[in-house]
């Protein structure tokens, strides 16, 4: 079995900053694509910013230029620097990721359960 466990979030003010971790652990063989997805109230998920293994990374344009994603493959965990950040912004952030394991050896996506990120005006 394979969950992935997010830390990082809270409340910050505008203009702050913000760390968010992603940590998968279990069986796994192989991580191919991480990501951060949020949700606001009332609207769906949506993307934030994904990395592959290789480092490729893509982001939202709302947060192109203020948020990072980067991961350390070792640790199999996935992080997101989250500067400037405005009252929008504020969301549960998931984590993601597409995971390998001996029971599944074709892959699966995999979501964390979720971290409140909270930007006061």
């Known amino acids: 079995q394979v969950q992935l466990v997010e830390s990082g979030g809270g409340l910050v003010q505008a203009g702050g900053s913000l760390r968010l971790s992603c940590a998968a652990s279990?069986?796994?063989?192989?991580?191919?694509?991480m990501g951060w997805y949020l949700q606001a109230p009332g609207k769906q998920r949506a993307l934030v910013a994904t990395?592959?293994?290789?480092?490729?990374?893509n982001y939202a344009d709302s947060v192109k230029g203020r948020f990072t994603i980067s991961r350390d493959n070792a640790k199999n965990t996935v992080y997101l620097q989250m500067n400037s950040l405005r009252p929008e912004d504020t969301a549960v952030y998931y984590c993601?990721?597409?995971?390998?394991?001996?029971?599944?050896?074709?892959?699966?996506?995999?979501w964390g359960q979720g971290t409140q990120v909270t930007v006061s005006s």
């Open positions: 279990g069986d796994i063989l192989a991580i191919s694509v």
């Open positions: 990395i592959t293994n290789g480092g490729t990374t």
């Open positions: 993601n990721a597409y995971i390998r394991t001996f029971l599944k050896p074709g892959g699966s996506n995999t």
